[in-house]
């Protein structure tokens, strides 16, 4: 069990693995880091997280794409509250401690968008039903292909839209080489 801090939030939990040992690239990584900044936004609305959401966004990605990505990954994360019964469980985004590990729930969160990008679906499918609960996880799929759309990658990107450089390749590109 992990130890609770002064901000009243528990650091590693027994499920909980550290942000490293996940086999996320960079996409996934920004947009779980989006995401958390959303989920703060749900949790504590007094701290207007969502703007620092967009923000992050629109310092990670090249313009159009950020704001968009963020008003993607906020549909997602809207879709996935209306299919789950209980909280979800994040990392808080302002804990050093926190920000590098990745909660249970984070991590189906992030694998449904890794499936999804990869055309996987039937292991999207199988995340989004862990993610949701056991509730019905055809639309919170659905809302993470339209967002691969953006990137062009998955199953509802066109041809065209890949050969096309997409926002996640160009946040490969302009990442320092030792990142």
């Known amino acids: 069990m992990g130890r609770l801090d002064s901000l009243g939030h528990v650091h590693l939990a027994e499920q909980d693995r550290l942000l490293e040992t996940c086999e996320f690239d960079s996409f996934e990584r920004a947009a779980l880091s989006i995401a958390r900044r959303f989920f703060m936004a749900f949790s504590r609305p007094e701290e207007h997280a969502w703007m620092t ?20 990954v906020l549909r997602t994360i809207r879709t996935l509250r209306a299919a789950r019964t209980s909280t979800f469980t994040f990392a808080h985004p302002d804990c050093p ?26 292991d999207a499918m199988t ?3 862990l993610v949701c609960e056991g509730g019905d996880p055809e639309k919170l799929v659905q809302s993470f292909e339209t967002m691969c759309i953006i990137i062009g990658e998955g199953p509802l990107a066109s041809a065209q839209t890949r050969a096309a450089t ?13 990142a």
Do not use: H, W
Not at 53 to 72: I, R, V, Y
Not at 101 to 116: D, G, N, P
């Open 53 to 72: 959401a967009f923000e992050e966004a629109e310092e990670t990605f090249p313009p159009p794409f950020g704001a968009t990505l963020a008003l993607a």
């Open 97 to 122: 401690v926190c920000e590098q590990t990745v909660t249970q729930e984070e991590r189906y969160f992030i694998s449904i968008l890794k499936a999804v990008r990869q055309c996987r679906r039937s």
């Open 127 to 129: 995340y989004a039903l």
């Open 166 to 178: 997409s926002p996640a390749e160009k946040n490969q590109e302009n990442r320092p080489a030792d």
